[in-house]
């Protein structure tokens, strides 16, 4: 059984082939080109080849640079598709964190106005129980409770507070912001 060439696969090593002995003569005869820009050809066939190779070589700088034009295209476009989808996440990101904002805002409003209520229940309680139910508390809220207080009825309750309590009381206080 013969092995046969496609006859593209031929003409391809027949191209290369040429290209090689071109090259070879070049490098033989590099003074003799860069003086003479027309090199003189032994045959008529052998300028039809050269012309035939520059002109591929020619095709193929023209096949390359267009390649290299489509590919940086193609990166353009999926660079912009990304950019686009990162916008798009930060823009989500951003309703995310204003809805966040407001719904602290919406807490912080809550929290402030059950404390004013407390505020109140506290002031209309005796002054001992009040004193002993602050005792136990965190010392930020029994701050805050007291400070939504009218001034006489907090006296009286840190009146009737343990000293070091009442002191630690009022030393948060002064330090609210």
Known sequence: MKNRLSPTLALCFFLVTIIFCSHQCLAEDTAPAAKNPDPSFSSVEER???????DAQSSTNDDMK???????KTLNEEADKKLGEINRKLEELQNLQKSLKAQLAKKNAEEVKRIKELGKIFEKMAPDKAALALSN???KLATDLLATMKPRSAAKILNVLDRKKASELSTTFSTIK
Do not use: A, F, P, V
């Open 66 to 72: 267009g390649l290299r034009e489509k590919e940086l």
């Open 137 to 139: 508390m965190d010392d």
């Open 48 to 54: 039809r080849i050269m012309t035939k190779i520059q």
